[in-house]
Each structure stands twice: as C-alpha cells, then as structure tokens.
C-alpha cells in the first residue's frame, strides 16, 4: 500500500516535471526566437519527456541560443539596397547586413594582413605601444607564456603610462590558457573582466554561450583583429622545455579608420554585458554617411544577434558566387544549409577550395568532418590538408568579398558562440586575403575521400547529430 502511494506521487511528480519543462522550453524558444537546429530540438524535448529531473537543469544551464529577439525597427530597413555595391555578392551581403541590423559599411585604411605569427606579434607590439588614450582588449584566453607574459607587462605599460586599458577575457577560455595574473593587472590599473565567468554569474543559460571574439583597439583608430588568441602558439611558440608548444598557422590583420570605431561599438555592448551596466550614450555610433573607396563592415554574430549573421553571409555568397569560393578554417562540422550551399556551388561550376588542418587540436571535430568531406568532393569540391595546424579563419568569394575573423565553419561559431567577423568588399583588400589562403593551399595536399565502413559511418553519424549541442 505505502509502495503504491509512493509510486503515484512519483509518476505525479513526473509529470508536473515534464509539463512545466515543456512549459518552459516553447516559451523560452518562443520569447527568444531561439530557431533550433532540428536535431538539437528533438534531443531537448525527448530529454524532457524521458528524463526530466536531468533535462531540465541542464536546459536551464545551456539551453538558450538566442539573448535577443528582432529589433522592432529592423523591417522598416530591410528595402534599402546599399548604392555602393556593383557585383551581386558583394550586393547582397550588404543588402543582407542592413536587414539583419549590422552596422554600415564604412572606409578603412592601411590594412595590413600578417604573413605569419612574427608579423602578427610585431603589429601587436606596435599598436600598443603606440596607444595614448584607450586601449581595449577582447581575447578568448590570455595565455600564461612567454607571448602572455610579453603582451601583459606591455599592457601594464600602458596603463602606468596614464592609457585607460580594459581587457576582457572569456569566463571559460580564461582557463584554458593557465589563467593569467588578474591580481597583477588590477595593481597596474587595468580594469579586467571576465566574460560570464561559469561558477559566479548570474547570468543562468548563458554558461555554454561563450565569447569567441578577438580584437584589440587603440584609441578608436587602430583595429587589431582576426583568429589568434594571446597565447605563444598563436604566434612563435614557446620554445622553453617545460611547455614545448609548436607555433601554429594562424590569420590575423590589422587596419584603420572607421571601421577601429565599430569595433569599439561592439567591444562596449560586451563589457556593459559582461558587467551588466548599460552602454554608454557617448559609445553609440550613428549610422554613417555614404562611404566610399576601400569598403568594411564588421559582422558580429552570436547570442546577442537575432539572426544568424555569419551564417547568413556565408550561405547567400555561395548562392550568388560566379567564380571561386576559397575557405580555411581549423573545423569543418557545419550544418546541413552551409554544406548543401557549398555543394551546390561546386556543382554549377565554382571553384570550391577549403582549406583545413590534417590533424587539429580537436580530434572529435577532426573524426566528425569526414562524412561532410566526402559530400563536398563527391560534389565537385576540393579539400587541401594542411601539414601543420591551422587556426585561420577567412572565407573569400569571388573578387567581391572577404570575411575574415574568429568564426569557424562549425556549428558552434556559427550558431553558439559570440564571434566576431570583418567583410572586405573592395577589390584590393579582397585579393590579399585570396593570397594569403592560396598560400597555405599550395603548401597542402588533396584530400582523398574514401568509403566508410558500416561502424564508422554509425559513429559519425551519431556524432554529428551531437555534435550542435556541444
């Protein structure tokens, strides 16, 4: 009799727990336009029916996608077709950021794209040092090496030298890199921040959303940006004994002018985030006048966009491509309208390059891509495997435009994390980023495809299907 009570109360129980998680997934993906994956969708609601007491605080902890829904005056921009643009890629990708609610294309100048770490580190070097207002910092882990140690006693520098400097630094990448000196730098007067950091923020369902972006800015003026983290690898290496770390092949560039003063825009909407302040008036930027000559846009995506930004641009320049599509990033697990896009493109003609590493960092992402590999050569693509790993990040088509940044073609840049891109839409620029992809395309080897066996197409197959929701 006691046992059958318990087990109502318990089935009861059950049930209140799989309504009200119910309850609160339509809501939640309702109020946020969360617009799921079809697989991440199926596995959060069978988790919920099935075993809610697990589901639902794990939902509660990594379940939101989406922070912002669409901005109401979005629509009333979405007819406006930029007069700058002549070629229907670089067309419709600014025609795309208007409606999507990104910033105008703005001029740039003196952009230069780092042939390999040692520039990249010289360039750094020098926009620090050359800083005599502000100096902001955004990086996904701060390393504790010899490139970590350089860069923050510059840093420390700066702000003894009179430079308010404010670095941000992600609440779980701040781990991955030996966690940096934050006492050291508060003594030296740099405000530091960590970005939703996972044991003290209050900011629940927002733990597996992390910020991926990398820039630093100098007085508003200079834009330091692209795939490498502050730590050795990223750059030189670390050659002492102990730590032994190899450098890897990296993208990163640096530039000015307006384009210095979106990326100021964004770094403020990240800290008045992390610090949960509003952003300052005077941080606003208001739309720009009609630019000309070298054309730039920053492209941010994540959780505090409504829509998938980089995806979008991705998608609609496969679509509306002529000629080439060049790509290399360090994971290629993207999802099904990504893959399909490119695939299309290479079967009408278009020269599709990608560009990966043969063994990354991350063998779960290495294991996983073969499957998707396979499609684009089977379509008419061509997969080049780079000897060393690869950490670049750029995806270039036609001559009409170039984005460069810290996304990769996975579906955790692309749908999870808060990344941060830059669009090139003059010729020039462009040309340089093809370059530089060409290059370490010509130092790689084609990817041969070959059949799976039953097992191995199993694993995939189930690794991809959970692959979006890690």
Known sequence: MLFDLIRRHW??????????????????SHSLHQRRHPSAAIAWVMGILLVPYLTLPLYLAFGSRKLAAPHPAQGARRAAVPASATHATAARAQQLGVAMGLPDPVAYGELIIHEDGTQALNAL????????RTLEVCTFLFGRDVLGDE????????????????????????????YPDLKGFAEAGIEVVRFVPPFRSPKRGRTNLRNHRKMLIADGLHLWCGGRNLAAEYFEGDPRPILGRKPWVDLSFDLSGQIAGQALQQFEEDWAFAVEQAVPESAILQSAASASGALAQLVASGPDRPDDTILTLLVSGCFTSQKRILAVTPYFVPDTSLLTALSLAARRGIDVDLVLPARSNHRLADFARHRLLRDLVTAGGRVWMHPRMIHA?????????????????????????YEMMVAFYDRKGVRGFARWIDARRQEAQPYVARPPGMLRELAEGLLLWLAFQL
């Open 125 to 132: 070097r020098r926009i620090i040092d050359g800083a005599s």
């Open 151 to 178: 860069i923050a006693e510059r840093l420390k520098q700066r702000a003894r030298a009179g430079v308010r400097v404010r670095l941000m630094i992600d609440g779980i990448g701040i781990y991955l890199g030996g």
């Open 393 to 417: 990040k750029a995806v270039v088509i036609d001559d009409e435009l170039a984005l460069a940044g810290s996304a990769n073609l996975d579906g955790r840049s692309l749908f999870l994390n």
């Open 11 to 28: 089935e009861i129980l059950d049930a209140l727990l799989v309504a009200v998680g119910l309850v609160i997934y339509v809501a939640a």
